[in-house]
């Protein structure tokens, strides 16, 4: 771990940024892939470090994976021709792979133990490992196998009705996979929607599951076939962008093929409120999702409230939208968010903590935050805890501290956006 000196003097963003493939999508194409029959080409895959393990689990499995490039190709043989792995699964940084895999390992018939990093080994697993439970699984792990490393007795699983009581689109896939191989049917129901691309995606790969209004049916009848799958950029990765391009004074920046699914635009609709200058264009569907280009303009913004049921939908954004908050006029208050706490690092507090090192007026609250703006970012010295999207934040920060910025290292920008310099780099004139 080094550290690293955040200077740009003067700087501007003018051009384009075609972000990369998204994370969410990225992870569940391996899944899906490996699970169904036939060859699955996956195009503009993620190639950060946690899309990565998913691949690794998959090959430890006997999934044969072939990787050139951004395009993968997944060489499935059913759930039925995944093997038991010959050693304990490293789920590294990734939340998304642990929850999901824990799914999936829990109907089939062998023994599985995965294990992560320091960060992953404080995520709790409780909130998949409950239900999972109720449909039969035999999961044991530190404190009550709340925490990896985890061992899985895959086995015979029933169906059930479950409610989430966390919004979170992790547990949901991780029962509708357990669905997957459950006698029965599966039903889950979720009050605030999560994103939903699981769902979508196993309608696709042919799966028997029925969306309702605020719920999904699914079962082990039907017959899942390779799906070509087109990643869309992400959203998430873009928001640093739009950030950037919203409080650098001069910018104008353009993101393509991004994104646009509803489930995940909550960034959008908060970036309306505040009355930033940003226009959709080229909207279209590409594999029954909907992606466009979005072009962001620097202009005076305005604080907001950000909560309720917008939050699953910009949780992973919010850590740069307080950045952003603290550029506009006036009062944001986010609140509803206490799921930040759970993230790679407690969010609420390593925002706070890194924008007040910075000079902003920032304080944390049990759910969210409190930020008044405008503030004129001195600089100084911030941690990025190991988080990827808590390091970029650092980052885009350091384009309108008066001083430079120092960051204890930057590697982690590698679990979901490995080329965020050289992009960077691309539209800084
Ligand atoms: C993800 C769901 C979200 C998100 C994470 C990716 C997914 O987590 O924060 O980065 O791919 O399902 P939660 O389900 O814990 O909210």
Redesign the pocket.
């Known amino acids: 771990m080094s550290n690293v000196i955040l200077e740009y003097t003067s700087p501007k963003l003018e051009g384009e940024v075609v972000v990369p493939g998204d994370?969410?999508?990225s992870?569940?194409s391996i899944i899906f892939g490996s699970i169904s029959h036939g060859l699955t080409k996956v195009s503009n895959f993620l190639d950060g470090e946690d899309c990565l393990r998913t691949i690794d689990a998959f090959r430890d499995m006997g999934v044969q994976i072939e990787k050139r490039g951004n395009t993968v190709l997944v060489d499935g043989k059913g759930l039925e021709g995944l093997k038991k792995p010959e050693k304990e699964l490293d789920f590294g940084n990734s939340?998304?792979t642990t929850?999901?895999m824990l799914g999936l390992l829990s109907g089939l018939p062998f023994e599985t133990t995965i294990f992560g990093d320091a960060s992953l080994s404080k995520r709790p697993m409780d909130?998949v490992v409950n239900p999972l439970r109720e449909m039969g699984a035999v999961i044991e792990g530190k404190q009550e196998g709340n925490y990896v490393p985890i061992t899985i007795k895959g086995g015979a699983l029933k169906g059930i009705t479950y409610r989430l009581p966390?919004?979170?689109?992790?547990?949901?896939?991780a029962i509708l996979l357990a669905g997957l191989l459950a006698e029965g049917e599966t039903v889950v129901y979720e009050d605030t929607e999560?994103?939903n691309?699981?769902e979508v995606m196993l309608q696709a790969f042919g799966a028997d599951i029925k969306q309702y209004e605020d719920g999904i049916m699914i079962s082990n009848k039907g017959k899942l076939t390779a799906c070509d799958v087109e990643v869309p950029g992400d959203i998430?990765s873009a928001a640093f962008f739009l950030v950037a391009g919203a409080i650098v004074p001069g910018s104008t920046v353009t993101l393509r093929n991004v994104g646009l699914n509803e489930s995940r635009t909550g960034i959008l609709d908060v970036f309306k409120q505040m009355g930033a200058a940003i226009t959709i264009s080229n909207e279209r569907i590409t594999g029954g999702e909907k992606i466009g280009d979005l072009t962001v303009k620097h202009t005076t913004l305005k604080g907001t409230t950000i909560e309720g049921d917008v939050i699953?939908r910009l949780?992973?954004e919010i850590p740069i939208l307080a950045l952003l908050a603290t550029q506009a006029e006036g009062k944001t208050v986010i609140k509803d968010a206490e799921?930040l706490k759970?993230?790679e690092t407690d969010r609420i507090q390593a925002v706070c903590d890194n924008l007040q090192a910075l000079g902003a007026n920032i304080t944390p609250t049990e759910d969210g935050m409190v930020i008044e703006g405008p503030t004129k970012l001195a600089g100084g010295t911030i941690s990025s805890y190991m988080d990827h999207r808590i390091a970029m934040m650092g980052v885009i920060a350091a384009l309108v501290t008066e001083k430079p910025v120092e960051m204890d290292e930057k590697d982690s920008i590698n679990i979901?956006y490995p080329t965020f310099f050289k992009d960077l780099e691309a539209v800084l004139k």
């Open positions: 994370k969410s999508i992870h569940r939340g998304t929850r999901l909130r966390v919004k979170s689109a992790q547990v949901k896939s999560t994103r691309h699981t998430s699953p949780i992973d799921e759970v993230k979901s």
